[in-house]
């Protein structure tokens, strides 16, 4: 059937008034960052004042360090145990391989509350007999347990695209099975790799409820230090901290998009 025109301008005002729908709240508060008085609802001026105050303020640039070191230590480590863990998936009997991707699908599934709580009772109970408290390692241990399921999801698509014949060539050729894993394995699957980190990367900095049961009194991270001003009056210096972060975040998603559209277009000029 052809869609008259009626339809398409139906069908395209329903999805410029979702976007609207989904991006006002975001749009309002980038605006607001920059308004002058201290007000949610009246504009009465631009200004940077707001951004100034957040890069003075120290207790929100410690957090932003810790909620960066973490996120970025956990990345790192997330993305070299979950590139080996979806090699290992991958050279499985089918037998054995789909339960254990099930059992790697269910972190994705789960609610956080779930996963916080029950990493919270593991540590303490763990800290009971090891002697140690919850703290920033524990907040590391948290964030790559959770983002090792993304990075495998994103490694998987682009081991099942990899010719096998090209490992056993450079068996063949006399390499070991770690220098062909090193030299043709990696090259192949690091698309999926980098995905698998930048997806890492992302989910640390937005995780609130796993950090907030794991981090313990001593760690505080960037969404647990917002939660904390909501608590009190708010201040407009969250206004300017959200912005940045869905800047951030924003820049993330297109550097993502950007590298997918360029590898499409080198795989039609093959």
Not at 104 to 128: H, K, Q, R, W
Not at 203 to 232: C, E, H, N, P, Q
């Amino acid at each position: 059937m052809k869609r008259t025109g009626k339809s398409r301008f139906g069908g395209r005002a329903y999805t410029y008034l979702i976007m609207l729908f989904l991006y006002a709240p975001i749009i309002v508060l980038v605006v607001f960052s920059f308004n002058a008085a201290n007000s949610r609802a009246v504009w009465t001026g631009f200004t940077l004042k707001w951004y100034k105050e957040l890069l003075a303020d120290s207790g929100i640039m410690s957090s932003f360090y810790t909620t960066l070191a973490v996120s970025a230590l956990s990345a790192a480590i997330a993305t070299a145990a979950g590139t080996v863990a979806a090699v290992g998936f991958f050279n499985m009997r089918r037998r054995w391989r789909a339960p254990l991707l099930y059992v790697n699908n269910i972190p994705l599934i789960n609610a956080d509350i779930i996963t916080g709580v029950g990493m919270c009772l593991l540590f303490v109970s763990l800290g009971s007999v090891l002697k140690f408290r919850l703290g920033f390692c524990t907040l590391l241990i948290a964030h790559i347990t959770f983002n090792i399921p993304y990075v495998v999801l994103s490694v998987t698509p682009k081991l099942r695209q990899l010719d096998e014949n090209l490992v056993d060539a450079a068996q063949d050729l006399g390499c070991t099975w770690f220098r062909a894993f090193r030299r043709v394995i990696i090259p192949e699957i690091m698309p999926g790799i980098v995905n698998g980190a930048m997806i890492a990367f992302t989910m640390s900095i937005d995780d609130f409820v796993i950090s907030y049961f794991t981090a313990g009194s001593s760690v505080m991270t960037l969404s647990m230090k917002v939660f904390s001003m909501t608590r009190k009056r708010v201040s407009p210096k969250i206004n300017a901290l959200s912005s940045l972060l869905f800047a951030a975040v924003l820049l993330m998603l297109l550097v993502i998009n950007i590298r997918e559209l360029r590898q499409d277009e080198r795989r039609k000029k093959l």
